[in-house]
């Protein structure tokens, strides 16, 4: 009898046991699951002109474009509201002003090709334009156009104006840099990357191998009518020679050295006019931009910036006020940072891909170098020390830097990029805190149930008895 009371005591100590290990299981999950609902109501979007948050005053027009979920260009009037928004293309990439007129922009984007049909017999395909939009009326001009066959690294992420019927393209379809007549639509000019890089290095082969993001033509000093490109799955900065080739001495990083840069996107050549030669490059998945100074024929890095928030970046200009105008892709932001590394102008934007203050020249023209200007670096581990709170603990933000900290930055952003934009550390960690504890909960459950039957598992090897 006594016996017996003991076992439905004991049944009863372990039901109120799991129900306990039950409700606090539930209770970690439904809030978590609160965390990431609060969040999705604050969801930052650029879907359509009424969502698209308007900006701080500035003295000039500045232009965003986005390629990622939402394809959108944006123009931002000097009082910061949006004076243009245009959202018919799938994806929009660099922009640049038109010379002599000065609402006008020129920029790349891409249609994808989702049905079969006679421009595309096994969809997805893409067309790649050149477009010329007059932001004060809303015209829109295709300048060039090409269909490529693929959707994935299909694309052309920049093209850069020589003169008036001469334009430079990135090509990432065929890892090329060609200059093509808009005029008669004839190439004149074809540099391919094969020609100088192996295709066992960089990315997969075929698919996406140089990824070419970049170009820009240079029209002063030591390089002028040379062009600089960026093959970003190379980690390096070129510079050709429509007559040479590639000029190897004057290449900025090597393949895999990711302590110079690693996955750069959109760099900016300064001229000795202005204190170079120097390139800004946004050093995107190293998370950072940073300046890089050429003196005893050599690559020198002259200054970095980065804060806490700062995630894939992948646009920097130097402005004539000595400012430098940021995209951070990941951030959701486009900011402009002074010369002594403070934010002073700040826009969110879902996916940004890159940023133009008009009234400054192609590419910030005006802007000088770090060096002539004396900028100071700053890094995110600063900017932790400077806006810390020794007071105020945020554990999921806790959590959240820990699992960024643990994960490769690749496949953080990778995440990042599969996500809402609304998701950030404090909501990565809060799912997998659920995910976690849901997966605990049904092994326990599971133990419980073989408990409950009468299954035991012993280890194959045992001692027994004891000392």
């Excluded at 699951?33 to 698209?52: F, K």
């Excluded at 540099?191 to 033509?217: C, K, L, M, R, T």
């Amino acid at each position: 009898m006594i016996a017996r009371s003991r076992a439905s005591l004991a049944r009863a100590g372990s039901l109120l046991s799991r129900n306990r290990l039950r409700v606090a299981f539930l209770v970690v999950i439904v809030l978590s699951a609160a965390v990431v609902a609060n969040a999705s109501t604050n969801s930052l979007s650029t879907a359509s002109a009424e969502d698209v948050p308007d900006a701080p005053p500035t003295e000039n027009h500045t232009v965003v474009t986005e390629s990622g979920r939402a394809g959108t260009i944006t123009a931002y009037a000097p009082d910061g509201e949006v004076l243009y928004y245009n959202n018919t293309r799938t994806k929009y990439f660099d922009v640049d002003p038109v010379e002599g007129e000065p609402l006008t922009v020129e920029y790349t984007a891409t249609d994808t090709i989702h049905s079969e049909g006679p421009t595309c017999s096994d969809p997805p395909c893409a067309l790649n334009v050149i477009e010329r939009a007059n932001l004060s009326t809303g015209e829109v001009e295709v300048v060039y156009e090409r269909y490529d066959y693929k959707e994935t690294a299909g694309e052309w992420h920049d093209a850069d104006r020589i003169n008036e019927t001469h334009v430079v393209v990135a090509d990432i379809v065929a890892d090329q840099v060609f200059v093509v007549n808009t005029e008669t639509e004839v190439v004149e000019w074809l540099w391919d990357a094969q020609s100088d890089f192996p295709v066992e290095g960089g990315g997969a082969y075929p698919g996406d191998w140089a990824h070419i993001n970049d170009v820009e033509y240079i029209e002063d000093g030591e390089m002028e009518g040379r062009i600089m490109a960026s093959l970003r799955n190379q980690d390096q900065v070129v510079f050709l020679d429509r007559q040479e080739g590639l000029l190897e001495d004057w290449t900025l990083g090597a393949e895999d050295e990711y302590d110079i840069q690693y996955e750069q996107h959109n760099p900016d050549y300064i001229p000795e006019s202005r204190g170079g030669p120097a390139v800004v490059v946004a050093d995107s998945e190293n998370g950072r931009v940073q300046e890089f100074q050429r003196e005893d024929g050599a690559w020198t890095r002259s200054w970095e910036w980065s804060d806490d928030r700062m995630q894939w970046p992948r646009d920097a200009d130097r402005l004539p006020n000595g400012n430098t105008l940021v995209t951070d892709t990941h951030g959701n932001r486009v900011m402009e940072i002074n010369e002594s590394g403070d934010i002073v102008w700040q826009v969110e934007s879902t996916l940004p891909y890159e940023a133009e203050r008009l009234e400054t020249g192609d590419e910030s023209a005006g802007g000088h170098s770090a060096r002539e200007l004396g900028l100071e670096s700053r890094t995110a581990a600063e900017s932790d020390d400077e806006g810390g709170d020794l007071f105020g603990f945020d554990p999921l933000g806790f959590v959240g830097d820990l699992i960024q900290s643990i994960l490769p930055h690749r496949i953080y952003n990778g995440l990042l990029f599969a996500t809402p934009v609304w998701i950030g550390p404090s909501e990565f960690a809060a799912i997998a805190i659920a995910l976690l504890t849901g997966l605990l909960w049904a092994g326990l459950e599971f133990k419980w149930q073989l408990r409950d039957a009468g299954v035991r598992f012993r280890l194959p090897v045992y001692r027994e008895g004891g000392d």
